[in-house]
Structures are given as C-alpha cells and as structure tokens.
C-alpha cells in the first residue's frame, strides 16, 4: 500500500499560478500511475490529469490543455500539478490518487490509494 498526502493548495486572485503536490509513503511509488481529480461546491469530482509510472503519457482533460502540467520526481516520492491562468470556476478541492498499473486513468473508480485533498480557492 501507499499512503499520499496533497499540499500546495491555498487563495490565489484569478491569473494567478498555483503548484500542487502529492507526497507518497510506503512501497516503491515509481509503481503507481497517479492521477489528479477535483470536486467544486456543489459539483461532482471530475478529472484532471494523470501520468504513467515513468513519467511519459501525460494525459489532460480538454479544458486544462496548455495551462496545467503534470509531472512527478520519483526519486523524490512526489507528483506535481502546475497550474497556470486560474479562473473563479477552478476553485475545487484538488486530490491526488494511484494505482499499481503503468497507466493512469480517468476514472476514479480505477485508482486503489487517495489523499485527504487540498483546497484551492481563486478569487475575483
């Protein structure tokens, strides 16, 4: 098993930049395939990105291409998401979740491990 703990959340004012991470503990996490998920006020969690074992096959929901990247330092136990142009409708509860496949996938259901989540909030 791996135990993942999110951070890097905070209020930032909309254009703004953030950078989370998700911090792993346990077995090998160059392993896991991980994947980001968000759930806003209101709304159902819905996916972000995620990205293979080693790094390669980033993959992206449609409306974060080209502002948000993932990318992960498995000798450090860390994924990263970046996130760039921040709106108000971004304003989420940011999770980090992993599977022991090479892939990620979009659908929670397919991950095994998941953080607490961290809070993002983007102002007007």
């Known amino acids: 098993q791996v135990q993942l703990v999110e951070s890097g959340g905070g209020s930032v004012q909309a254009g703004g930049s953030l950078r989370l991470s998700c911090a792993a503990s346990g077995r090998t996490f160059s392993d896991y395939a991980v994947g980001w998920f968000r759930q806003g006020p209101g709304k159902e969690r819905e996916f972000v990105a995620a990205?293979?074992?080693?790094?390669?096959?980033?993959v992206y929901a449609d409306s974060w291409k080209g502002q948000f990247t993932i990318s992960r330092d498995n000798a450090k136990n860390i994924v990263y998401l970046h996130m760039t142009g921040l709106k108000p409708e971004d304003t989420a509860v940011y999770y980090c979740?992993?599977?022991?496949?090479?892939?990620?996938?979009?659908?929670?259901?397919?991950?095994?491990?998941w953080g607490r989540g961290t809070q993002v909030t983007v102002s007007s």
């Open positions: 979740a992993a599977r022991p496949l090479i892939f990620g996938s979009k659908s929670g259901s397919d991950y095994d491990y």
């Open positions: 990205i293979s074992r080693g790094g390669g096959t980033p």
